[in-house]
């Protein structure tokens, strides 16, 4: 079975997601902007989401991880919960 291994960070506005990817693509390293900008609790370990399957996140998020490219930052990812910017570190 497929499984991939992400981390995120998920804010509230996407206007703040396209400040963070901007922020990250300028060298920001990923783990300290979840821990300082995401409300979710993995921020705290850097955005972490660990290995998951298909069908463990919700629809949204799902189709990134398992068709984005790998180690990218993608995003904004809009999902009920607020705006994601993923990065998947590994699938296989």
């Avoid at 300028?26 to 900008?37: R, S, V």
């Avoid at 399957?53 to 629809?59: D, Y």
């Amino acid at each position: 079975m497929t499984q991939a291994t992400a981390r995120h960070i998920l804010v509230e506005t996407e206007e703040k997601c396209l400040s963070l990817k901007k922020e990250i693509e300028d060298g920001l390293d990923f783990a300290i902007a979840a821990k300082e900008n995401s409300s979710c609790p993995s921020g705290q370990n850097g955005g972490e989401l660990g290995t998951f399957a298909p069908g463990q996140m919700v629809k949204e998020f799902n189709d990134v991880v398992f068709n984005g490219e790998l180690n990218k930052v993608l995003g904004p990812v809009q999902t009920q919960f607020g705006y994601h910017l993923i990065e998947v570190t590994n699938r296989e």
